[in-house]
């Protein structure tokens, strides 16, 4: 035994394990038939390999046939729900914008009698001066500031707001005006308490509200709101020519609001801060139509036009840093159908739906003063009676202020 070889490996075989073992007496022809059958049996495994792994993708093949049947049933079944759900969407935003639509159109309304047929004259309230009394130019400035006596008025004033009257009446179409002199409070009126649709006119107190607020700090001109489909208007504005889903802060949308009667701004301004607070705000200065619907639009008369044109007014005196961005909308507000004579600036909020067709300024002459004309017009000459209004306004406020400035002559100032 070699002692180096401690598995054994190289050991020498035994006769006996010879003999035991029946490998070492195969013939040729024995060893050779056992090779053949090795074989054979070699072969017949494969095959049965082979055909296991067959069957096996067989199987696979109709799991993923299987599978991919149920793939598409499970499509079939909810392919339509998904269109449904998309025709439901598509609907819903139709139906918004529609209801939208519908509001406005729903709103409007054409006047068949008018409430009032007489001018009414107001003698205005006397205004505070701080000059000191017994003196020569306070005594001119108490003149200035007095009421108007109207059983003293001339003839000269007279006429106007007899013309004026007459005008009115003529015409159903003719439907509510106001003027007033903002620094006395001198006010002609002619139907000035009924209702009529306010078509845009209805921006401007919104948007004097909503600067305000921001005075206040109640709301933020930087905040962005989102101009969607749901907001996409036909009718006046800008931004039915922009792309949808693009963000706008709200002074953006103010300025559009005012400056170009955008109606898309106007809804999401009224549906961002709502119309409730703002019917509030305006009550208790006066108005008596103006957010009282249940609407984005809503009526107006030349009793609340006068009041939210006045507060405008004042708003700009007294606010320079939100008061005179605000008047600057105004200033560039279009269209405008009241003008001023004498290169006079005008602010100005018109509105047009309709048979209504509307405006409502602030003409910035020497003593300023506000001009209110509402009409069933439509667009049948609108120009001509505008243009009625611009002159019989311009002439009154003249003839006014010379009957002021004649009364208050005698007083002796040197």
């Not at 060893?31 to 495994?45: P, R, V």
């Not at 955008?262 to 703002?278: E, K, S, T």
Request: charged share 25%; proline share 2%; aromatic share 12%.
């Amino acid at each position: 035994m070699n002692n180096n070889d401690p598995l054994n490996i190289f050991s020498p075989i035994k006769e006996k394990e010879i003999d035991e073992n029946p490998l070492f007496h195969m013939n040729e022809d024995t060893i050779k038939t056992n090779i053949e059958q090795i074989q054979t049996d070699n072969i017949n495994t494969y095959k049965e390999t082979q055909s296991i792994i067959s069957l096996d993708n067989e199987d696979n093949k109709k799991e993923k046939i299987g599978i991919n049947k149920k793939k598409k049933n499970i499509l079939k079944f909810i392919l339509p729900i998904l269109i449904f759900v998309a025709v439901c969407l598509l609907s819903a935003k139709t139906f918004f914008y529609g209801k939208k639509i519908n509001e406005y159109e729903k709103s409007i309304f054409k006047i068949e009698k008018k409430n009032e047929e007489s001018i009414l004259i107001q003698e205005g309230k006397e205004v505070d001066s701080n000059i000191l009394k017994n003196i020569a130019a306070s005594e001119l400035v108490k003149c200035l500031n007095s009421k108007t006596d109207m059983n003293k008025l001339p003839d000269s004033v007279k006429n106007v707001i007899n013309e004026i009257n007459n005008y009115y009446n003529s015409s159903i179409n003719y439907f509510a005006y106001t003027y007033k002199d903002i620094y006395t409070g001198f006010t002609v009126s002619y139907n000035a308490n009924q209702n009529i649709f306010s078509a845009s006119s209805i921006k401007a107190p919104k948007d004097i509200y909503l600067y305000e607020m921001a005075s206040l700090g109640k709301i933020d001109l930087n905040e962005e709101l989102t101009y969607t489909s749901a907001y996409y208007n036909t009718g006046s504005g800008i931004l039915k020519n922009k792309p949808l889903n693009v963000k706008y802060n709200v002074k953006t949308l103010l300025e559009y609001s005012t400056v170009h009667s955008d109606n898309a701004a106007h809804n999401m301004l009224m549906d961002r801060f709502g119309r409730v607070n703002m019917l509030k705000f305006w009550q208790e200065k006066g108005t008596i139509g103006i957010f009282t619907q249940n609407t984005n639009w809503g009526v107006t008369n030349a009793h609340d036009a006068t009041i939210y044109m006045e507060e405008l007014y004042r708003f700009y005196t007294e606010n320079e840093e939100y008061g005179t961005p605000l008047m600057n909308n105004f200033l560039k507000s279009h269209p405008k159908f009241i003008k001023g004579k004498n290169n006079y600036k005008v602010a100005s909020k018109s509105g047009w739906a309709g048979s209504a067709l509307h405006d409502m300024a602030i003409i910035f002459a020497d003593n300023p003063y506000i001009v209110i004309g509402l009409s069933n017009l439509g667009d049948k000459e609108y120009q001509s009676y505008f243009n009625k209004i611009n002159e019989l306004s311009y002439n009154l406020h003249e003839e006014y202020w010379k009957y002021k400035v004649e009364k208050c002559k005698d007083i002796k100032l040197y």
